[in-house]
């Protein structure tokens, strides 16, 4: 899980309310990015940050909002405009690999938080 | 549907067999990449291959690259119960900035 924390690693929410899901990395890195994963599924982007101070909607936005004031941390809050939020939900960060033959992006994950709407 | 869709999505074997897994996508890509999951915690880096590139090998997993077909394979050689664990690809595409893109994912079990 490298560098990256997520809490809480269970989190139980009422229908009709916000919720807040933390992440926070210690590797320097500039972007971050926030995926959803449904049971037996692959992820999926949700919203993602290059830089602070600015965030870019992913596939699946939608009743969700992201802030990004400092470089280490970088919250989601699943609102209530989210009908169907139950999931697990990772955050990654991002880093430029120098290697022979160029650089290329590699992601580190956190080790997710399972949300489940009651 | 995902710009990369793996096959199987399931795949139980013995330990000590081969495991393969493959991975199509749609559009050009700078390079594919595969993670690993363990249930219930977060994906691991575990190989890239560059476009350019068909085949990589990193200890036990082999990962090869067809750009023609637009698909892309890892094999896990002489498995281990220990290589249970969820397998995805992910596509970082020339049009989608800095980006990776998912696959839906192939579940390994590995049967001592």
């Known amino acids: 899980d490298g560098g990256i924390t997520q809490s809480p690693k269970y989190l139980f929410r009422k229908e009709g309310q916000n919720v807040t899901l933390s992440c926070e990395q210690n590797?320097?890195?500039?972007?971050m990015y926030w995926y959803r994963q449904d049971p037996g599924q692959g992820l999926r982007l949700i919203y993602y940050?290059?830089?602070?101070?600015?965030?870019q909607k992913g596939d699946i936005a939608e009743g969700y909002s992201v802030s990004r004031e400092k470089k280490e941390s970088f919250p989601l809050t699943v609102t209530s405009a989210q009908k169907n939020p139950t999931a697990f939900y990772l955050c990654?960060?991002?880093?430029?690999?120098?290697?022979?033959?160029?650089?290329?992006?590699?992601?580190?994950f956190g080790p997710g938080t399972r949300l489940t709407v009651l | 549907s995902q710009q990369g869709e793996e096959d199987p999505q399931a795949l139980s074997i013995q330990e000590g067999e081969n495991a393969t897994m493959n991975c199509s996508y749609k559009?050009?890509?700078?390079?594919l990449q595969w993670y690993r999951q363990n249930s219930g915690r977060g994906l691991v880096h575990l190989i890239l291959?560059?476009?350019?590139?068909r085949e990589k090998h990193s200890g036990r997993l082999r990962v090869t690259l067809d750009t023609s077909k637009k698909s892309s394979s890892l094999l896990i050689t002489a498995s281990r119960a220990a290589d249970t664990a969820s397998y995805f690809c992910?596509?970082?595409?020339?049009?989608?900035?800095?980006?990776?893109?998912f696959g839906g994912g192939t579940r390994v079990l590995v049967k001592p």
């Open positions: 940050s290059q830089i602070v101070n600015d965030f």
């Open positions: 990654a960060s991002r880093t430029t690999v120098g290697l022979a033959g160029g650089p290329y992006n590699e992601q580190f």
């Open positions: 559009t050009s890509i700078n390079n």
């Open positions: 291959i560059r476009s350019n590139e």
């Open positions: 590797l320097n890195h500039d972007a």
């Open positions: 992910a596509t970082d595409r020339k049009a989608a900035g800095n980006k990776l893109t």
